[in-house]
């Protein structure tokens, strides 16, 4: 059995499909084609490591895709697009993808942001776990950094690797402000830009959404009004 990591890239483009397989393959990825929407989700199982989704797309949309994927796997989603208004990104955030690279894109470009998913996620999945382990508890929130689950309660919470990182970041440093920059500076590994702020705010609410009995008044990540937010 090859051990290869595996990506899905789904366009409705064959052009671009094979412009990035043929990239990736250089790389020693395996790479799965899918043409659109309900194509990619039939292809997605638990022996995916990345998918690669364009916006615009017969069908069901990139959008709708990548939150129905969502449902079946936590592996990162990049969204490769013409779409590039904020607008665009803050949807794509929404609906559970963990990066965002415009139409047209350089092989580095994409090759480093694949190769930054991968690594983040294999250490996120403990496929590359440091040595040292913790179970963080605040209230009725439990961060156990061995197996990277998160309860509340006696509720399993099911996060992706960006959402996990955020928490873990603000769990151990309680009580402390991360400012939109110290969070993206943190979590992304990448210089801090204006619009970076939408992109945090919208993971923020994710994790709020499923960590919070009531997400408008919240019990564990707080905002500091024109500072940041905390947990508690």
């Not at 790389?27 to 043409?35: C, G, L, Q």
């Not at 092989?107 to 983040?120: D, M, N």
């Not at 040595?131 to 990277?148: D, F, G, H, M, P």
Request: glycine share 4%; proline share 3%; hydrophobic share 35%.
């Amino acid at each position: 059995m090859s051990s290869a990591k595996r990506i899905l890239i789904t366009d409705d483009n064959q052009e671009i499909r094979e412009i990035v397989r043929v990239l990736l393959e250089s790389e020693n990825y395996e790479v799965i084609e899918a043409v659109n929407g309900d194509d990619a989700i039939s292809k997605v199982d638990n022996n995916i490591d990345l998918i690669i989704l364009d916006v615009m797309m017969p069908g069901k949309s990139g959008f709708k895709t990548c939150t129905e994927i969502r449902e079946i796997t936590s592996a990162p989603i990049l969204f490769l697009t013409a779409k590039t208004s904020d607008s665009d990104k803050y949807m794509a955030f929404s609906a559970g993808s963990d990066d965002y690279l415009s139409k047209p894109f350089s092989y580095t470009e994409l090759v480093s942001r694949v190769k930054a998913l991968l690594r983040r996620y294999y250490i996120y999945k403990g496929k590359d776990k440091p040595a040292a382990s913790e179970t963080v508890t605040i209230k009725e929130l439990t961060v156990n950094t061995y197996s990277n689950e998160v309860t509340v309660g006696q509720k399993e919470i099911v996060l992706t690797e960006i959402e996990y990182k955020i928490l873990l970041l603000m769990a151990q440093h309680r009580k402390k402000i991360f400012s939109a920059q110290n969070i993206y500076e943190s979590v992304w590994e990448e210089p801090y830009f204006i619009n970076c702020n939408n992109t945090v705010m919208v993971h923020i609410r994710n994790l709020r959404m499923k960590l919070e009995n009531n997400p408008q008044d919240p019990e564990y990540i707080k905002t500091v009004w024109g500072k940041g937010y905390r947990i508690e």
